[in-house]
């Protein structure tokens, strides 16, 4: 059974830091690439950053290079963010997903989803 389970978020006052985790099973963790995602309230879902299976190169969307860094442990199926100088235009529930792909694939449709962990940001 393929999971992939989200942790690390909570509350963090704008400014401040987290590292959310994502912790996989059930699947060849070098053979996919693994995205986060996040949701805010009222909004689309937005991705912003993918790291590839087969050389763990990284991409980023725009609204988040220079804050957010994915990394990949391959030794303990877990995917990383970090997430720096957080603001609140970043309080949205975040998911962690799987690409049956070894390369990210911008705008493809992720085979499996993690239940999402909520970071909110206080001004």
């Known amino acids: 059974e393929v999971q992939l389970v989200e942790s690390g978020g909570g509350l963090v006052e704008a400014g401040g830091s987290l590292r959310l985790s994502c912790a996989t099973s059930?699947?060849?963790?070098?053979?996919?690439?693994i995205g986060w995602f996040r949701q805010a309230p009222g909004k689309e879902r937005e991705g912003v950053t993918c790291?590839?299976?087969?050389?763990?190169?990284?991409y980023y969307a725009d609204s988040v290079k220079g804050r957010f860094t994915i990394s990949r442990d391959n030794a303990n199926n877990t995917i990383y963010l970090q997430i720096n100088t957080l603001n609140p235009e970043d309080t949205a529930v975040y998911y962690c997903?799987?690409?049956?792909?070894?390369?990210?694939?911008?705008?493809?449709?992720?085979?499996?989803w993690g239940q999402g962990t909520q970071v909110t940001v206080s001004s």
């Open positions: 997903a799987a690409l049956a792909a070894r390369w990210c694939v911008a705008g493809a449709p992720y085979d499996y």
């Open positions: 059930g699947f060849t963790f070098d053979d996919y690439a």
């Open positions: 790291i590839n299976g087969a050389d763990s190169s990284a």
